[in-house]
């Protein structure tokens, strides 16, 4: 096995979380590697469509937003790591912007939409690319900086104190941030089910860190994105952006009949278009999918071109026009609700092991709000870089 290669900070994964993380710990003076599964663009954070939420709304505030998480997670998420989350948003943002991303505006301020189980217009998008727009402007500061990656060097060995094996590599670190997402990819698979993931969302490194002895909770808390694709077949698994039932799409049975709040809650919509289907009040797919209607026909065709270029030229090039025609739409497996139990500092309950972004529980509780993953991802991967770095 070749010689360890010696670093303050370790960070495992290249999404928006782990590329906060890596940033900050550079940006704190901490020398650092970070070893991603893949080529280092491969994630989740990059597929992410729809937006990321921060009150900046004159009828807003951090508080009002974490109101809507606690209640939206009905009263299970951790208040502490809520309120860091809600307050830092906009800073955030800020940050984001300094780093080259562009959010969509009008009217001299930020384009703000509203997304499921919001009381307010909070939602800031780049067009239907918000993942994209942040990766990149986090990947470019990760690389004009002088840390050091691993790309297709998987963690796959965590021994304390720390020393890792990624792939071929064996590398030394006084700390280790581990942000590797979620396992809704390998649920997938295994429950023989559609998922809007990217294949590395396998889990693993939550396992390695429970092995070590971490604390979880709500891992059993999945979450199904209530608009996946059901048709054409291009997109199927293809997560609709929630920003759809923002501006102005609704959910409809067989019989023309909105059976929900389009814009409750996750969970609670997907249960409604589970029992609606379940009531034989569904539609079926042309290859015999289940399905419900989402009559995107009622969006605008300005709110459509500003923040749903990409969704519209997807569904276009398989033969359909959204905005002429109503949708095929059904639950897909999404994201990981729960994760590693983190502290406001990111630390999970290992000295010197942090864990921010998908791979981490509590800030959402049992269910998450859209738009709120990449929030945690930045406030939380900053949080897990800067107290790494300190350590
Ligand atoms: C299609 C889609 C749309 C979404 N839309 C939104 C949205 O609009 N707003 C929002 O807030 N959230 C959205 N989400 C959720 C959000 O994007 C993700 O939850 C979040 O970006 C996860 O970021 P992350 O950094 O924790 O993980 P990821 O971005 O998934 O990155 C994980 C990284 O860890 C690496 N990795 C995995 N295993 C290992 C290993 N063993 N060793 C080394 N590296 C490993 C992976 O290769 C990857 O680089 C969306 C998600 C999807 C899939």
């Not at 590599?169 to 396992?183: D, F, N, P, Q």
């Not at 694709?229 to 909105?258: C, F, H, K």
Request: aromatic content about 6%; charged content about 25%.
């Amino acid at each position: 096995m070749a010689a360890a290669a010696r670093f303050d900070v370790l960070v495992i994964g290249s999404g928006a979380s782990g590329l906060a993380a890596a940033v900050s710990a550079e940006k704190a003076g901490a020398r650092v590697a970070l070893a991603a599964k893949g080529s280092i663009q491969s994630c989740n954070s990059a597929k992410a469509q729809g937006g990321i939420q921060a009150a900046f709304g004159e009828d807003d505030s951090p508080e009002q937003h974490a109101a809507d998480v606690w209640k939206s997670s009905h009263e299970t998420a951790n208040m502490e790591l809520v309120e860091i989350l809600t307050s830092e948003a906009p800073s955030a943002i800020h940050w984001l912007e300094e780093l080259g991303v562009e959010f969509t505006r009008e009217n001299g301020g930020y384009r703000l939409a509203r997304c499921g189980g919001a009381t307010r217009k909070r939602l800031l998008q780049v067009g239907d690319r918000t993942g994209h727009a942040i990766t990149k402007g986090l990947r470019e500061a990760w690389e004009a900086g002088n840390g050091t990656t691993f790309d297709h060097a998987p963690l796959l060995e965590l021994e304390p104190s720390w020393r890792a094996r990624c792939g071929e590599h064996v590398i030394e670190a006084s700390t280790v941030v581990l942000a590797a997402g979620g396992r809704c990819y390998r649920e997938a698979e295994e429950r023989g089910e559609l998922t809007t993931n990217h294949p590395g969302a396998t889990g693993e490194v939550t396992q390695i860190a429970l092995d070590l002895g971490a604390e979880a909770r709500d891992l059993d808390a999945l979450q199904y994105h209530p608009n996946g694709g059901a048709w054409p077949e291009n997109m199927q698994g293809y997560s609709i952006p929630e920003t759809t039932r923002a501006y102005g799409a609704v959910l409809l049975n067989a019989d023309g009949e909105e059976f929900t709040d389009s814009l409750g809650p996750r969970d609670v919509v997907s249960q409604a278009i589970f029992d609606e289907v379940e009531k034989g009040k569904g539609v079926e797919s042309p290859d015999g999918r289940p399905a419900v209607y989402l009559d995107t026909t009622r969006i605008s065709a300005h709110d459509a071109e500003l923040s749903l270029p990409y969704m519209l030229r997807r569904y276009r090039a398989g033969g359909i026009d959204p905005l002429t025609e109503k949708i095929l739409t059904y639950p897909v497996l999404h994201y990981q609700n729960g994760g590693l139990v983190i502290d406001k500092d990111a630390q999970t309950t290992l000295e010197g092991v942090y864990a921010c972004g998908e791979i981490a529980g509590g800030t959402h509780g049992r269910n998450r709000m859209m738009g709120n993953s990449l929030l945690e991802c930045v406030v939380f991967g900053r949080r897990a870089g800067r107290a790494a770095a300190r350590n």
